[in-house]
């Protein structure tokens, strides 16, 4: 159930991030032109605020008593459903703000409520000049999942007085892999989260709601069941782990530093190939963006999703095969990931037409070489 006690660790929360977001020393970051002709600016500074947000868990609980570690985990139920009914009003007031006073162009009805209450009024939401995409999905949301699994660690070393390496590995990955998210938190604002879906329903309780329950449920699993990995095996998972973010690193950036150097730079070593696009955007406007058909983007044309799943397997792999609920993150991923593939793909050949055809001409596969 909803209580006040997890309201009020929220409110913290959701306080704590927002004055990070604004106080932490920044550089500004100008995303994308969007579809109307704006640009949106963000404050970058991920990296810091994860580090003062990981030192403040440990400072808070350990040595200034001001609450306990294992808080998360043991308010977790009610957390979760404080989170649902918060991401339902809040979804309701980004639709009222979407109605009544829109940040940008790139706003405005579908002619449907409904459609405009689950898909959003508006693809970049700002309030006192705060993105409230970024607030929301990389500070409360993003971040919230790195506290949610330093809670179960330490939940598990107060009742079995000890770290399982199997949730030491799990945990590590999924942390190395929420830094890298910070890390390269400018290139996320090119991604289709903040580029092409608005902030309505769908996005907001996603990401409020859904992300803390599922995302890390193998590491809320591991707690009540602790087991200790032969060390090559740990050592295997892990390898396999970071490798996969690496990939999908990689993979991120390639595309992003091609269009960013107009195509001077290299990808693997040679010279990337690339092809031209034209696109009109909705007020008329022609505009000109490359499309890369080198390195990762020659192997399958979203061949990134393939090491974000591999990643996932490895945080869960840890928590064995005996119960199937560590692993229902995996198929959850996959369809996400199956399904963005396609829309993605029938996005782009509306929007760049020949030029998209000849992409996928030149590298058929959308996500798994000779598969899919
Ligand atoms: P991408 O970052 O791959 O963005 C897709 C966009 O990239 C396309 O719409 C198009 O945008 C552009 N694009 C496509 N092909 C090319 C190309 N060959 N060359 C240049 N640009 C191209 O998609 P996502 O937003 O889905 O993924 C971003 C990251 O987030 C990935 O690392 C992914 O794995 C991860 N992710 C994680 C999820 C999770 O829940 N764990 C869910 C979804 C993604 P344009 O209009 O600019 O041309």
């Known amino acids: 159930m909803a209580s006040a006690k997890a309201a009020a660790i929220l409110a913290t929360w959701a306080a704590t991030q927002t004055l990070l977001l604004i106080l932490l020393p920044h550089s500004r970051h100008i995303g994308p032109q969007t579809p109307g002709g704006d640009t949106v600016s963000y404050r970058l500074n991920g990296v810091p605020t994860f580090i003062v947000t990981i030192a403040g868990f440990y400072l808070g609980a350990y040595w200034l008593d001001w609450f306990s570690p294992t808080i998360v985990y043991d308010h977790l139920g009610e957390l979760l459903m404080t989170c649902n009914l918060a ?8 639709y009222l703000k979407g ?5 940008t162009r790139d706003s405005g009805t579908s002619g449907w409520r409904v459609w405009d209450f689950y898909w959003g009024m508006e693809l970049h939401p700002r309030l006192l000049g705060i993105d409230l995409k970024q607030l929301v999905i990389c500070r409360f949301a993003m971040m919230g999942w790195a506290v949610i699994l330093l809670s179960c660690a330490a939940k598990q070393i107060r009742d079995y007085g000890e ?7 799990s945990v590590s990955l999924q942390l190395i ?3 890298k998210f910070f890390w390269w938190e400018g290139g996320y604002f090119n991604t289709l989260d ?3 879906y608005r902030f309505g329903y769908r996005n907001f ?3 409020l709601a859904w992300l803390p329950a599922v995302y890390p449920l193998a590491s809320v699993f591991m707690v009540k069941h602790p087991n200790d990995l032969l060390l090559a095996a740990a050592i295997a998972i892990m390898a396999l782990g970071l490798a996969a973010i690496w990939a999908n690193y990689d993979a991120d950036a390639q595309r992003q530093r091609v269009r960013a150097s107009a195509g001077d730079t290299t990808v693997w070593g040679r010279k990337p190939v690339i092809i031209g696009a034209t696109y009109t955007t909705p007020d008329g406007r022609q505009q000109e963006t490359l499309l890369l058909m080198s390195g990762w983007w020659s192997v399958a044309r979203h061949f990134h999703y393939v090491p974000e799943l591999v990643l996932a397997v490895s945080w869960i792999l840890p928590a064995g095969f005996e119960y199937a609920l560590p692993w229902f993150y995996i198929p959850y991923l996959a369809l996400l990931l199956m399904h ?3 829309y993605d793909d029938h996005r782009c050949l509306e929007k760049y037409g020949q030029a998209w055809r000849a992409y996928c001409s030149r590298v058929p596969y959308r996500v798994v070489p000779y598969v899919y």
């Open 99 to 103: 109605l009544w006073a829109p940040s």
């Open 87 to 94: 991401a339902i009003a809040g979804s309701v007031l980004l």
């Open 177 to 179: 892999y929420i830094f």
């Open 205 to 207: 309780w996603g990401v």
């Open 163 to 169: 770290l399982s390496n199997s949730m030491a590995i």
């Open 194 to 196: 903040i580029t092409h």
């Open 340 to 342: 963005r593939a396609a």
